[in-house]
T-cell receptor
Framework: ETGVTQSPTHLIKTRGQQVTLRCSSQSGHNTVSWYQQALGQGPQFIFQYYREEENGRGNFPPRFSGLQFPNYSSELNVNALELDDSALYLC??????????????FGPGTRLTVL | GENVEQHPSTLSVQEGDSAVIKCTYSDSASNYFPWYKQELGKGPQLIIDIRSNVGEKKDQRIAVTLNKTAKHFSLHITETQPEDSAVYFCAALYNYGQNFVFGPGTRLSVLP
């Protein structure tokens, strides 16, 4: 069984730029959730994708957007980067969405630094 | 709004002692409560979870208890080992499976 993978591992951007982060879900999982984890804090939910559709969104502005592909892999796009966007971005995959008991398995994260 | 509180923020124990981390949640509709362990430079790893229809679950040295009336749940680690040193996060599932709300984390240090 293949775990959740994310790329790149680290990324440095400047304010105002755009970034795309990638995630491959665990084998057999069809739902992907994205989280932002600032240093010393717990992960914060950005949004979730199920069957290529957004299936819930946290308190993040529209410049955070995403995609899910037919193979269930996903992208997180952030436009007009701000200094506060510097964080570890985590992807988590899970099984069937809609039910209340989804175990989520996390990837290693992408560390984004905005200068 | 949805909120999860976690205490303590840091915890140091001697190897072999027990460690207890406590969380409270705000939404009585929450019905799934996982615990994650995060080591430096890695993503969170699911270590145990509990669903609202049970009050306690155990897996070797790790146990979780849930009090739905009080909206509390706790992680218990017995016979701690240095490799248990990490940051531990509790979480509660909201919005019928759409998202987890995480606590702020507890940094556990197990001293040899």
């Amino acid at each position: 069984e293949t775990g959740v993978t994310q790329s790149p591992t680290h990324l440095i951007k400047t304010r105002g730029q755009q970034v795309t982060l990638r995630c491959s879900s665990q084998s057999g999982h069809n739902t992907v959730s994205w989280y932002q984890q600032a240093l010393g804090q717990g992960p914060q939910f950005i949004f979730q994708y199920y069957r290529e559709e957004e299936n819930g969104r946290g308190n993040f502005p529209p410049r955070f957007s995403g995609l899910q592909f037919p193979n269930y892999s996903s992208e997180l796009n952030v436009n007009a980067l701000e200094l506060d966007d510097s964080a570890l971005y985590l992807c988590a995959s899970s099984g069937v969405a809609g039910g209340p008991y989804n175990e989520q398995f996390f990837g290693p994260g992408t560390r984004l630094t905005v200068l | 709004g949805e909120n999860v509180e976690q205490h303590p923020s840091t915890l140091s124990v001697q190897e072999g002692d027990s460690a207890v981390i406590k969380c409270t949640y705000s939404d009585s509709a929450s019905n799934y409560f996982p615990w994650y362990k995060q080591e430096l430079g890695k993503g969170p790893q699911l270590i145990i979870d509990i669903r609202s229809n049970v009050g306690e679950k155990k897996d070797q040295r790790i146990a979780v208890t849930l009090n739905k009336t009080a909206k509390h749940f706790s992680l218990h680690i017995t016979e701690t080992q240095p490799e248990d040193s990490a940051v531990y996060f509790c979480a509660a599932l909201y919005n019928y499976g759409q998202n987890f709300v995480f606590g702020p984390g507890t940094r556990l240090s197990v001293l040899p």
